[in-house]
T-cell receptor
Framework: EPEVTQTPSHQVTQMGQEVILRCVPISNHLYFYWYRQILGQKVEFLVSFYNNEISEKSEIFDDQFSVERPDGSNFTLKIRSTKLEDSAMYFC??????FGSGVYGYTFGSGTRLTVV | AQSVTQLDSHVSVSEGTPVLLRCNYSSSYSPSLFWYVQHPNKGLQLLLKYTSAATLVKGINGFEAEFKKSETSFHLTKPSAHMSDAAEYFCVVSDDGTLGGSQGNLIFGKGTKLSVKP
């Protein structure tokens, strides 16, 4: 079964450093997402991406965050200057279609646990 | 606005007994509803989804859920728990939005941790 692959599985970084989280979505999917889950809290939507631009973003996704699809396969989340509160599990997801994609569902990766020290 | 409430943060059952994980939702539109499972150190795996077809939805690993519009509920059940079912379960509603609007972003419940005793 096709998978969404995320690397690394765990990253530790110092406060103020830049981090890039990587994701390889399913090859025929067109919509890409990042979600995060702070320990003990809900999984929260960060951003959705389609046709090489951001479709929608949440309040969490401020100027410190950016997303990119640098080539035909990777989808990255960059945090420019990490803060302690950025420590979380970050999930990448992809879906075949966007509007109404509830019909098709999303495929999630196994997550990257980011620890900011 | 859509929201989802999982009524129990932790459920503990004995192996071989039924499982009931409760979920209530609030949605302005005809919702799409999902249950995802997360095993330790693993990603989110789709168990089942409701998309306005049959109200009783069968998923993987013997799980099923029933959409009850009158009760705004989408409870997850399994007749007989297995040790491998121990995990965290998330009830999720899709914000399908208005035509041409939202990309169908997911709104998660807080999760229910299922423990299975031998």
């Amino acid at each position: 079964e096709p998978e969404v692959t995320q690397t690394p599985s765990h990253q530790v970084t110092q406060m103020g450093q830049e981090v890039i989280l990587r994701c390889v979505p399913i090859s025929n999917h067109l919509y890409f997402y990042w979600y995060r889950q702070i320990l003990g809290q809900k999984v929260e939507f960060l951003v959705s991406f389609y046709n090489n631009e951001i479709s929608e973003k949440s309040e969490i996704f401020d100027d410190q965050f950016s997303v990119e699809r640098p080539d035909g396969s990777n989808f990255t989340l960059k945090i420019r200057s990490t803060k302690l509160e950025d420590s979380a599990m970050y999930f990448c997801a992809s879906s075949e279609v966007g509007f109404g994609s509830g019909v098709y569902g999303y495929t999630f990766g196994s997550g990257t646990r980011l620890t900011v020290v | 606005a859509q929201s989802v409430t999982q009524l129990d943060s932790h459920v503990s059952v004995s192996e071989g007994t039924p499982v009931l994980l409760r979920c209530n939702y609030s949605s302005s539109y005809s919702p799409s509803l999902f249950w995802y499972v997360q095993h330790p150190n693993k990603g989110l795996q789709l168990l089942l989804k409701y998309t306005s077809a049959a109200t009783l939805v069968k998923g993987i690993n013997g799980f099923e859920a029933e959409f009850k519009k009158s009760e705004t509920s989408f409870h997850l059940t399994k007749p007989s728990a297995h040790m491998s079912d121990a995990a965290e379960y998330f009830c999720v509603v899709s914000d399908d939005g208005t035509l041409g609007g939202s990309q169908g972003n997911l709104i998660f419940g807080k999760g229910t941790k299922l423990s299975v005793k031998p």
